[in-house]
Structures are given as C-alpha cells and as structure tokens.
C-alpha cells in the first residue's frame, strides 16, 4: 500500500534542510508507521534527494511524525538548479512510499 493512504503531509524548507511532517489520518496507524517509517527507511525511498542525515521526531499526540533531511535541497532552493525539487515535491514522493499494510 502507499504511506499516502495511511497519512497526508505537510513541509517546509530552510537552506539545503527539509521538515517533512506525516500525519496519520486515523490515530490508530501510528504504532504500524512508527514501525514502518524509519528514518532509514525514509533516507532509502529518497536517497536521490536526501544526500544528509534523517531525524526523525515522534508526536504522538498529533498522531504525527516530522522528518529533518538534511541537504536535501541541492544547496538550498534559491541556490538548486532543480525544477521544484524542495518541499511539496518531497512530500509527494514520500507519500508515495510504498509500505506494509497495517
């Protein structure tokens, strides 16, 4: 299944870092996604954009997730010769992760 159909998501970037938050549309999936979406996991789906480390933060009372890729954003947007290769654009690839059903 995608991780789309399990959450939705929100970014915003900053220098050649990215914050990728994933929100659980049911609370009930954070368990299964704090399984499945490691931040290996992540740096592994987005290895063609991510070139640093992930981090990744837990809320669960947010039933959420936010995700810091660093150098992520080929030296920054204003300094990337990517067309739009920085925040929704990531976000979309991640949410088309393929992951395990619940």
């Known amino acids: 299944m995608k991780l789309r159909e399990l959450a939705h998501s929100r970014t915003g970037d900053k220098g050649n870092t990215l914050n990728v938050s994933v ?18 996991a992540v740096k592994t789906w987005l290895a063609d954009v991510v070139q640093g ?29 990517a067309l739009d290769a920085h925040g929704k654009s990531v976000s979309s690839a991640l949410l088309g992760m393929t992951i395990e059903s619940p």
């Open 53 to 81: 480390e992930v981090v990744r933060y837990e809320l669960p009372n947010l039933a959420a997730f936010n995700f810091v890729l660093r150098d992520a954003l080929g030296g920054g947007v204003t300094r990337s010769l």
């Open 23 to 40: 929100i659980c549309h049911d609370p009930k999936h954070f368990d299964h996604l704090r399984r499945v979406l490691t931040p290996e």
